[in-house]
């Protein structure tokens, strides 16, 4: 969905280094998710943020780390990444509308850590 | 939040209907259920979203049994790009609460 954007798409990296994944949208919604998904496996929850002010980490948040810069911007951070974070990351969005939550996400960033 | 236990996978072929069935068994009053589609690489999709009976779209129809412990997906005559993995969540848009992705269904359909 182009309305949003994850980068960078792919990136390999090395054991210890910081990296910075971004996720832009411009559907207007309050809500944005970060999930992990590793090979076979369904998306785990890492952080979630329902507004600029407010930031929940989720099941698997330990080693991450979130900033939420904008309403339409959420960056995730592997301060010192190590090789189990290596896989396929996604953001999402939702708006605080009743009645279920729908996500909408975006491509995906393919991380490799060595 | 509802846990939820659906086949691991499924194969079919094009043209057949197919229906994938979820169990949920602990579902609170206020959880809608909510079917994704995910291909290789790609993000998942909203595919349904229903809270009791029967939701129909342009793509599935969700049916619901009158105790909500279980749902199945259904999607019409099925063709090779329905290829994918099939993930059904039950949650409710509450402040704090979110969606739980299982392992899903891997649906193979087959020429």
């Known amino acids: 969905d182009a309305d949003v954007t994850q980068t960078p798409r792919n990136r390999i990296t090395k054991t210890g280094k910081r990296i910075m994944l971004e996720c832009s949208q411009t559907?207007?919604?309050?809500?944005m998710y970060w999930y992990r998904q590793d090979p076979g496996l369904g998306l785990r929850l890492i952080y979630y943020s329902f507004d600029v002010k407010d930031i929940n980490k989720g099941e698997i948040s330990d080693g991450y780390s979130v900033s939420r810069q904008a309403q339409a911007k959420f960056s995730l951070s592997l301060e010192s990444a190590i090789p189990n974070q290596t896989a396929l990351y996604f953001c999402a969005t939702s708006d605080r509308g009743g009645g279920g939550n729908e996500q909408f996400f975006g491509p995906g960033t393919r991380l490799t850590v060595l | 939040l509802a846990k939820t236990t659906q086949p691991i996978s499924m194969d079919s072929y094009e043209g057949q209907e197919v229906n994938i069935t979820c169990s949920h068994n602990n579902i609170a009053t206020n959880d809608y259920i909510t079917w994704y589609q995910q291909f290789p690489s790609q993000g998942p999709r909203f595919i349904i979203q229903g809270y009791k009976t029967k939701v129909t779209n342009e793509v599935a129809s969700l049916f619901i049994p009158a105790d909500r412990k279980s749902s199945t997906l259904s999607l019409p005559r099925v063709s090779l790009s329905d290829t994918a993995v099939y993930y059904c969540l039950v949650g409710r848009d509450n402040y704090g609460q979110n969606f739980v992705f299982g392992p899903g269904t891997r649906l193979s359909v087959l020429p």
């Open positions: 559907k207007g919604h309050d809500r």
